[in-house]
């Protein structure tokens, strides 16, 4: 069974520090890309950051400076380090793991977890 469990939100003030964990499970996770996602409410869900199965990284704008993903294929586990929160970095962040293939791609989702940056 695929499952993808994210870990480390919370309730934080501005300026301060989250870090989160996905624990993947049920699926070859070197080959996969992984990626965190976040939904604000009454907002789409937008990406975060991104690691493929290489290590090549990227961010949104939003975040850049701030987060660092990283991942450890050794424990099948993705981190994003979430530093100098602001209250727009509030919502539910999934993470996402995904790899193309001929025909289509696997594609497989969190539960999310809850993070609220107070002012």
């Known amino acids: 069974e695929v499952q993808l469990v994210e870990s480390g939100g919370g309730l934080v003030q501005a300026g301060g520090s989250l870090r989160l964990s996905c624990a993947a499970s049920?699926?070859?996770?070197?080959?996969?890309?992984i990626a965190w996602f976040r939904q604000a409410p009454g907002k789409e869900r937008e990406g975060v950051a991104i690691?493929?199965?290489?290590?090549?990284?990227d961010y949104a704008d939003s975040v850049k400076g701030r987060f660092t993903v990283s991942r450890d294929n050794a424990k099948n586990t993705v981190t994003l380090q979430m530093n100098s929160l602001k209250p727009e970095d509030t919502g539910v962040y999934y993470c996402?793991?995904?790899?193309?293939?001929?025909?289509?791609?696997?594609?497989?989702w969190g539960q999310g977890t809850q993070v609220t940056v107070s002012s």
């Open positions: 996402n793991a995904r790899r193309p293939v001929f025909g289509g791609t696997y594609d497989y």
């Open positions: 690691i493929s199965s290489g290590g090549t990284l």
């Open positions: 049920g699926f070859t996770f070197d080959d996969y890309t």
